[in-house]
């Protein structure tokens, strides 16, 4: 089954995975990930549902030569590194996880991956360090237009909506509980239901 499903878009399969909070599937996904893109993905979709620190632990703190997707994702990835960290560390790794995410943007700021994790960093990062949450909920809504007009392999419309919907309710818009009713009033997947009913 794993080899039909790896036929098809490696990006693909693994979002539904993820969306389905299907965290055996993920793994074995994971084990047979054929490029360092699929890998990277794959940890940053795995460590989302598990929390599993092995998935970071062993991350390469610099990078000579990537695409923009995977220095996006090495961005996020030492994001999630900065949790739990003391006040030295959390500096190191927030520019660590800047540092790529900006050479992402300036090697392709219009990836729909890209735009989605400067999105996410955009809104979890303190505004002292550059955070901004009216931009992430911009570079969101930029992201919704593209994916709506051209779908994005590995990206699912309904993960945008709900980053977009998490952000307005972060900013305390009054347009965040009719984006909520719309969402929880259509067939979401398991994972972004959960994430609109009970945020982080």
């Known amino acids: 089954m794993i080899a039909v499903l790896l036929a098809l878009c490696f990006g693909q399969v693994t979002q539904t995975a993820y969306a389905d909070k299907d965290v055996e599937t993920l793994r074995t996904l994971f084990a047979q990930a054929p490029t360092r ?6 940890r940053y979709r795995l460590y989302a549902l598990t929390r599993e620190f ?3 632990a062993d991350i390469p703190s610099k990078v000579d030569s990537a ?29 660590r ?13 219009d990836d729909p991956l890209v735009m989605l994790i400067e999105g996410q960093s955009l809104l979890f990062r303190p505004g002292i360090a550059g955070g901004d ?3 992430a909920l911009q570079r969101f809504r930029e992201l919704k237009r593209l994916v709506d007009h ?3 392999c ?4 309904q993960e945008i ?26 067939e979401l997947r398991p994972l972004y239901r959960e994430f609109v009913q009970s945020p982080p």
Not at 37 to 42: G, M, N, Q, Y
Not at 97 to 109: E, K, T, V
Request: no cysteine.
């Open 37 to 42: 893109e699929d890998s990277l993905f794959l």
């Open 133 to 135: 949450k009216h931009k």
């Open 54 to 56: 092995d998935l970071i």
């Open 67 to 95: 695409t923009a997707r995977e220095f996006a994702l090495l961005s996020a990835l030492w994001g999630y590194r900065i949790r739990n960290v003391g006040l030295i560390n959390l500096y190191i790794y927030g520019r």
């Open 150 to 152: 051209a779908p994005a």
């Open 154 to 157: 590995g990206l699912d419309p």
């Open 161 to 186: 909506d709900a980053w977009i919907w998490y952000t307005l309710e972060k900013l305390g818009a009054q347009e965040a509980d009719s984006a909520r009713a719309r969402l929880l009033g259509g």
């Open 97 to 109: 996880s800047n540092g790529m995410l900006n050479r992402a943007l300036s090697l392709d700021d």
